[in-house]
């Protein structure tokens, strides 16, 4: 088992900036696929980005690609997500999440293959 806990949400005005982190504990942090998704009011919860356990391979949605950076310190046994050039349609509870079965030379955006969650972040991006 897993233990997540996220941070580091808030309000911030378009084109800034905000950098979420999601601290794991329980067993071996290594042993996890990583991944953040966010969930609109009214809207499914989908993917955003996800790292390999090793941190070698990163995948990031579309709608934010340039824009956020997944990375993770093993030794702290934290993933973040940087967000910058932030737009109000960003506007989410953020989650991140684990995935214990993946392999290890993958990621997947599949929010049914992550078997931990946390409670998420609201992040609220004004106009």
């Known amino acids: 088992q897993v233990q997540l806990v996220e941070s580091g949400g808030g309000l911030v005005q378009a084109g800034g900036s905000l950098r979420l982190s999601c601290a794991a504990s329980?067993?071996?942090?290594?042993?996890?696929?990583m991944g953040w998704f966010r969930q609109a009011p009214g809207k499914e919860r989908e993917f955003v980005a996800a790292?390999?356990?090793?941190?070698?391979?990163?995948e990031h949605a579309v709608s934010v690609k340039g824009r956020f950076t997944i990375s993770k310190d093993n030794a702290k046994n934290t993933v973040y997500l940087q967000m910058n050039s932030l737009k109000p349609e960003d506007t989410a509870v953020y989650f991140c999440?684990?995935?214990?079965?993946?392999?290890?030379?993958?990621?997947?955006?599949?929010?049914?293959?992550?078997?931990?969650w946390g409670q998420g972040t609201q992040v609220t991006v004004s106009s």
């Open positions: 329980g067993r071996t942090f290594t042993s996890y696929g």
């Open positions: 790292i390999s356990r090793s941190g070698s391979i990163t």
């Open positions: 999440a684990a995935d214990a079965t993946g392999s290890s030379r993958s990621v997947t955006s599949d929010r049914y293959e992550y078997e931990y």
